[in-house]
């Protein structure tokens, strides 16, 4: 089992570009996430989908866009990207459907700065 | 709004030594409590997660213990190693579940040998 895996693993924009983070899970998990790290700030949640072909807004959504592909495969989009958009972004599954009720398992990240 | 605090922010301890990792929360209210650990440039890794009905959980030298009504929880580690060194996350989900964890900003711990 691989997990969660994120491509790519390190990623620089101009502001105004855009770009698609992939996050694909192999536990058969039903529900998915996508969180961003800044120091000094914690995990914030950007958006979740608690079952296939749901999506809702976490803490912090403004910006992005998400889609839920299949069961496997949750993706982040940045339509135009904007310095403050710098920071790590993690996805994440777990097994529970409807909810956020359970462990989750992270990804190894995706380092993106926004030049 | 939920907020969660940990201190230290920064821990360093001798190989050997046991060592208590803090984490407190402002509303009671909680669904569960998670640790994570994460190593530098890498993703989260879950260790224990507590249901707000429980008062402890253990796995090999970790054992987490929750106290709901002070808004406390402990990570007790026994007898640290330096692959224990890394930054310890701890994260409340609130209400009836099904709400967005809220996240700590770690205490990075250092094991020196």
């Known amino acids: 089992n691989a997990g969660v895996t994120q491509t790519p693993k390190f990623q620089v924009l101009k502001t105004g570009q855009s770009m698609t983070l992939q996050c694909a899970q192999d536990m058969n998990h039903n529900s998915m996430y996508w969180y961003r790290q800044d120091p000094g700030m914690g995990l914030r949640l950007i958006y979740y989908s608690a079952s296939e072909g749901t999506t809702d807004k976490g803490e912090v959504p403004n910006g992005y866009n998400v889609s839920r592909l299949n069961k496997r495969e949750f993706s982040l989009r940045l339509e135009s990207a904007a310095p403050s958009q710098t920071s790590v972004y993690f996805c994440?599954?777990?097994?529970?459907?409807?909810?956020?009720?359970?462990?989750?398992?992270f990804g190894p990240g995706t380092r993106l700065t926004v030049l | 709004k939920q907020e969660v605090t940990q201190i230290p922010a920064a821990l360093s301890v001798p190989e050997g030594e046991n060592l208590v990792l803090n984490c407190s929360f402002t509303?009671?209210?909680?669904?569960?409590l998670q640790w994570f650990r994460q190593d530098p440039g890498k993703g989260l890794t879950s260790l224990l997660l507590i249901q707000s009905s429980q008062r402890e959980q253990t796995s090999g030298r970790l054992n987490a213990s929750l106290d709901k009504s002070s808004g406390r929880s402990t990570l007790y580690i026994a007898a640290s190693q330096p692959g224990d060194s890394a930054t310890y996350l701890c994260?409340?989900?609130?209400?009836?579940?099904?709400?967005?964890?809220?996240f700590g900003k770690g205490t990075r711990l250092s094991v020196i040998a």
């Open positions: 509303d009671s209210a909680i669904y569960n």
């Open positions: 994260a409340v989900m609130g209400g009836s579940g099904n709400t967005p964890l809220v």
């Open positions: 994440a599954s777990s097994e529970a459907l409807g909810g956020m009720t359970d462990t989750q398992y």
